[in-house]
């Protein structure tokens, strides 16, 4: 089974800039691209970032994303923070029966 | 504007089934692919199926956990997809959302969640 995983929470401050991690089981995070989608509290996720590193219409460019193959891992970061960036993280993407796999979701605390 | 609106959660017992409807508007449904996602309680997201445009033979992709209990259709007449629960079970328990599939890797709209509990 493909397995992301994400660090639990992270917390940071606002203006400051965080990084949110997802490191794949096995085989080759860049053989499929990464999602991350936003999921405030008692409000539906949206994504922030497909394909990797593509930001639909409307997010901020204080959103990016990136993939680091030496690491098996896609990060998430975040510049500039806010106090409405405070949410669930998570990261997606698909395995190789072509099942779409999450992470476990990261809780961003901005105070 | 695009709209997606579910209805069709409630209780159920396990053991017995439930449809749930996703309406669209603002689109060309049948231009799309249709998802569906679910969330526990307190849990992550997790995928539940997807259905392709009929451009794309309407095909459907399930995840492992409801595969052969769930069924996604759509009628692409009524703008709306279906998602078909067999056999329930006590860890379907879940808001489950459906949302426009732009292309495989990109998901632009949610609807706002459903509610199925199952317990006796």
């Known amino acids: 089974n493909f397995i992301l995983t994400q660090p639990h929470s992270v917390s940071e401050s606002p203006g400051k800039t965080v990084t949110i991690s997802c490191t794949g089981s096995s085989g080759s995070i860049a053989s499929n691209y990464v999602q991350w989608y936003q999921q405030r509290p008692g409000s539906v996720p949206t994504t922030v970032i497909y394909?990797?590193?593509?930001?639909p219409s409307g997010v901020p460019d204080r959103f990016s994303g990136s993939i680091d193959r030496s690491a098996n891992s896609a990060s998430l970061t975040i510049s500039g923070l806010k106090t409405e960036d405070e949410a669930d993280y998570y990261c997606?993407?698909?395995?190789?029966?072509?099942?779409?796999?999450f992470g476990g979701g990261t809780k961003l605390t901005v105070l | 504007e695009v709209q997606l609106v579910e209805s069709g959660g409630g209780l159920v017992q396990p053991g017995r089934s439930l449809r749930l409807s996703c309406a669209a508007s603002?689109?060309?449904?049948?231009?799309?692919?249709m998802s569906w996602f679910r969330q526990a309680p307190g849990k992550g997201l997790e995928w539940v199926g997807f259905i392709r445009s009929k451009l794309y033979g309407g095909t459907t992709e399930y995840a492992a956990s409801v595969k052969g209990r769930f069924t996604i259709s759509r009628d692409d007449s009524k703008s709306i997809a279906y998602l078909e629960m067999n056999s329930l079970k006590t860890e379907d328990t879940a808001v489950y959302y459906c949302?426009?599939?732009?292309?495989?890797?990109?998901?632009?709209?949610w609807g706002q969640g459903t509610l199925v509990t199952v317990s006796s």
């Open positions: 997606q993407s698909h395995d190789s029966s072509n099942q779409w796999v």
């Open positions: 949302s426009r599939t732009y292309t495989w890797n990109y998901i632009d709209y």
């Open positions: 394909e990797d590193n593509q930001r």
């Open positions: 603002g689109f060309t449904f049948a231009d799309y692919a």
